[in-house]
């Protein structure tokens, strides 16, 4: 009788059978299984997800026990490195796309969502400067104890300075959350969240999957402009470069022709100025050759006039001996 009654508690519900067989099935087919945290996903969020990328995946929750047994009933010991994954509050994934290409869809997939007391803020929190469409009122108070200076401008309160009020990491208060929810900020991002995922194609479980997709394309621009900057500076020529190599090309050339106008006209100039110079002086020598004929022709008047005097005054000498002797 006991033995019966072992036996009876050791049967396995059907219901248990076919979740395991289509999960083992599922894991077999697909080339992507990927686990994904749903934790703090609201139950209506999880099934709008599930929809949303039905086309490209299908999502199974079940409990560990079952997963662990599908992915021994496969007989993939591979698989099996995700069993630490394996926890409350995942789903499993399945898909025939490669398993970035799986997270980024996910990705795509996620919506803000308000805080609420107890959790951790992803990044840091942050109330900014500006007009609310709140009146004056016990809600003051609830600005103050959260270190935002505010005040009332216009009949509604404005936030004077942008505050952080919760650093990433930091436990989110129950008057945080109250605050955030008013000024309708929405700090999460509310989805699916990849743990780790088994590649069938390269037999591969990759147990890091963040897909940051604003930052990485940030980042191949910045890659793009230096190489393309490197590519113009040493000359290398293709149809990406070639444009600025020639538009490089004519700004040397202006400046060439610039600089070499410069000179010219510095040489022009010190021509110009030697003409000047010897023209100034050519100007001085013909003044002074003047200046002394001047004083040559005023000397010889002088000495002119002195000798007329002299010849009238012998003259006159003359004629009063004549005078002096006939008497």
Do not use: W
């Not at 919506?111 to 009122?137: L, N, R, S």
Request: with cysteine.
């Amino acid at each position: 009788m006991v033995g019966q009654l072992q036996e009876e508690k050791r049967e396995v519900p059907e219901y248990k059978k076919r979740i395991v067989a289509e999960l083992a099935k599922l894991m077999k087919e697909n080339r992507t299984v990927m686990i994904a945290s749903i934790k703090n996903v609201p139950a209506k969020q999880l099934q709008i997800i599930k929809k949303k990328i039905a086309d490209k995946a299908k999502a199974k929750v079940a409990k560990k026990r079952l997963i662990i047994r599908a992915i021994e009933n496969t007989g993939n010991e591979k698989l099996k490195e995700l069993t630490p994954f394996i926890q409350e509050n995942i789903i499993l994934i399945f898909s025939q796309l490669d398993p970035f290409e799986l997270a980024a869809i996910l990705e795509e997939n996620k919506t803000p969502a308000h805080a609420k007391a107890g959790q951790i803020a992803p990044d840091d929190i942050v109330i900014h400067e500006g007009p609310t469409e709140f009146p004056p009122g016990p809600i003051l108070s609830e600005f103050g104890n959260l270190g935002v200076k505010v005040a009332v401008e216009n009949g509604k309160i404005a936030v004077k300075e942008t505050k952080v009020v919760a650093k990433k990491g930091e436990e989110i208060s129950e008057a945080l959350a109250s605050i955030l929810l008013k000024l309708d900020i929405k700090p999460f991002m509310i989805g699916l969240d990849p743990l780790a995922a088994y590649d069938a194609q390269s037999d591969i479980v990759f147990k890091e999957i963040k897909i940051d997709k604003e930052g990485t394309l940030s980042m191949l621009r910045d890659a793009c402009m230096k190489a393309l900057a490197f590519a113009v500076s040493i000359g290398y020529y293709c149809k990406e470069t070639i444009g600025f190599i020639l538009a490089k090309a004519a700004a040397h050339a202006k400046a060439l022709e610039k600089h070499i106008k410069t000179e010219e006209s510095g040489a022009t100039a010190g021509e110009e100025k030697e003409k000047q110079e010897e023209s100034s002086e050519e100007k001085e020598v013909k003044e002074k050759e003047a200046e002394d004929d001047k004083v040559e022709e005023e000397t010889n008047k002088s000495n002119g006039n002195k000798e007329e005097n002299k010849g009238t005054a012998e003259e006159n000498e003359t004629n009063k001996n004549q005078e002096q002797g006939e008497n």
